[in-house]
């Protein structure tokens, strides 16, 4: 039998909150600590570079291999043929966080792939990882047309194996609120390095800040186009900014007290790039909180069952459309 796709419109219940306060974490498995929230074990640490010393605080350059092990390239095979689409960041060694925008020209599992510990996509490097995807799971609000619930997550075939090149980031649970304007924060991807120039072969890696919603949110910036549970990040001046082809890549922010790498954003849209006034707007995973450990820490419990129908396989998860690769 061929490989086939089946999507499904279902009844949604789950939705996009800011986090109560409630640990749905804790309630689920019984961990307290926020090491166990933020996700894998020794997440959030890049074995091969100090991102906070010399020239790691730079703008708009090449990033050294290693100096950002979980950001993914997500690419769409078309005969021998990779394209980079969009960026990603490895949450657990089998998901990947992105922007459900992403998935906009298709859908299908079977057509994408998630390179891996590489900062040069047309160049294989030995301990790079080039994976199929097994299932896309969309979150069931979003909207493409006003960007909000901009989440998705893609559940690779195989786990990967940590090394010093490939590890994962930390999730930011309860920890949005230490977020500011003095907050070490870096973009990462391979998308475009000018709003009409190419999409670059070598990741490229720059410094931002957060921006408050009462400057973005202004008139003379987005107005009320800003998602709830989106915010923006970028410069002053306009000159460091995500662009197309950086889509779905991570907003990474630094914590000292935690000596860790948070995925604060997932770069969601922009007016143009580098504009002065406009600057990244990132989807917030810390308001998805219970939606993203329905999936990463239950994709095994009775919240997810598969159904066997005339076509193959239908993933129905909780509060999602789960497009599933079936043989």
């Not at 409630?22 to 498995?29: A, G, I, N, Y």
């Amino acid at each position: 039998m061929g490989l086939r796709l089946l999507s499904a419109a279902l009844l949604f219940v789950g939705s996009a909150l800011p986090y109560s306060g409630h640990d749905w974490l804790s309630e689920r498995t019984g961990r307290r600590s926020w090491r166990e929230q933020a996700g894998a074990p020794g997440c959030g640490i890049a074995p091969l570079a100090d991102a906070l010393k010399g020239s790691r605080i730079v703008g708009g350059t090449a990033a050294q291999i290693g100096a950002w092990p979980w950001v993914v390239s997500l690419q769409i095979q078309s005969g021998r043929i990779l394209a980079h689409i969009c960026g990603g960041s490895l949450v657990k060694n089998n998901w990947v966080l992105t922007a459900a925008h992403c998935t906009k020209d298709t859908r299908d599992p079977l057509m994408w792939r998630a390179v891996i510990g590489t900062n040069n996509i047309n160049v294989h490097h030995p301990h790079s990882k080039k994976i199929k995807v097994k299932a896309i799971i969309i979150h069931p609000g979003f909207n493409l047309e006003t960007f909000v619930n901009d989440i998705a997550l893609f559940h690779l075939k195989k786990a990967v194996r940590y090394n010093e090149y490939i590890q994962p980031i930390c999730l930011p649970f309860d920890i949005f609120q230490k977020l500011d304007q003095n907050t070490k924060c870096f973009i990462s991807g391979w998308g475009r390095t000018e709003e009409e120039g190419n999409i670059t072969d070598v990741l490229q890696e720059a410094e931002v800040h957060y921006i408050s919603r009462k400057i973005c949110g202004s008139e003379q910036s987005y107005g009320k186009f800003i998602p709830n549970t989106s915010f923006c990040a970028g410069a002053e001046d306009g000159i460091f900014d995500t662009c197309r082809g950086d889509s779905g890549g991570p907003l990474m922010c630094y914590f000292p007290e935690h000596k860790r790498f948070f995925v604060m954003g997932i770069t969601s849209f922009g007016y143009g790039c580098g504009r002065k006034n406009f600057p990244g707007v990132y989807c917030g995973p810390s308001f998805y909180q219970k939606w993203l450990t329905d999936h990463l820490y239950r994709a095994s419990s009775k919240s997810i069952f598969n159904i066997n129908i005339l076509l193959g396989q239908v993933l129905v998860a909780s509060g999602s459309v789960v497009l599933l690769a079936i043989p």
